[in-house]
């Protein structure tokens, strides 16, 4: 069965403090990668997405990279901020499944100040 | 654009009650996913449709539940009868096509508590 693990389940850092959230799949064969971030009460939303062919990814604070050999994705976030308080999702897809969509864990990440 | 808009946002029901819960996607996306989310299982695809019609019901836990996509602007997903352990936030997410490059955009959830 087609898995998306992720770690830690939870994580407490000081605001201005860079952090790294793990991902590790068995999606194969594999598509893309995504990470998406789950404010409270609130639905996911897409922070980046990356094909097996891309290592890294940016999109302001939030840097992706992808492993496609060992299966392995990060999410690191530089200087974090109060607002990055959230859960961070890693979603994989496979081809040929239409928009079909693994989804792992979460990590809950809590910025103190 | 409003983005995918649910409601109602919070529901609160007794068991044996039917549940109605509905999703206006965004306007001229093809693809309409129902999600489930609980802390212990976390985010569940539950059904997905294309251009109305469904496509992939695997992931509907059982005969109680049910979704239909009557029309491109509107989609249900009914509990009859609801049971205390499908209290959990109900997502629906749209996107405009089945590209697996595609972003999905998800609505802001419906918490359903079920006593």
């Known amino acids: 069965k087609n898995q998306v693990e992720q770690s830690p389940q939870s994580l407490i850092i000081l605001e201005g403090k860079n952090c790294t959230l793990q991902?590790?799949?068995?999606?194969?064969?594999?598509?893309?990668l995504r990470w998406y971030k789950q404010d409270t009460g609130r639905g996911p939303v897409s922070l980046t997405i990356?094909?097996?062919?891309?290592n890294t990814k940016s999109n302001g604070r939030y840097t992706a990279t992808l492993d496609a050999d060992t299966k392995q994705s990060s999410l690191h976030i530089t200087a974090s901020q109060l607002s990055d308080s959230a859960s961070y999702i890693c979603?994989?897809?496979?081809?040929?499944?239409?928009?079909?969509?693994?989804f792992g864990g979460g990590t809950r990440l809590m910025v103190k100040p | 654009d409003a983005g995918v808009i649910q409601s109602p946002r919070h529901e609160v029901t007794e068991m044996g009650q039917e549940v109605t819960l509905r999703c206006k996607p965004i306007?001229?996306?093809?693809?309409l996913f129902w999600y489930r989310q609980t802390m212990m299982r976390g985010l569940e695809l539950l059904i997905y449709?294309?251009?109305?019609?469904?496509?992939?019901d695997s992931g509907m836990p059982e005969d109680r539940f049910s979704a239909k996509m009557p029309n491109a602007s509107f989609s249900t997903l009914k509990i009859q009868p609801s049971e205390p352990r499908d209290s959990a936030v109900y997502f629906c997410?749209?996107?405009?096509?089945?590209?697996?490059?595609?972003?999905?955009?998800f609505g802001p959830g419906t918490r359903l508590l079920v006593l």
């Open positions: 997410a749209s996107s405009p096509t089945a590209d697996s490059q595609e972003t999905q955009y």
């Open positions: 990356m094909t097996f062919s891309e």
């Open positions: 449709f294309n251009n109305n019609v469904p496509i992939d």
């Open positions: 979603v994989v897809s496979a081809p040929n499944a239409g928009n079909m969509l693994t």
């Open positions: 991902c590790n799949y068995t999606v194969s064969p594999f598509s893309n």
């Open positions: 306007s001229g996306h093809d693809y």
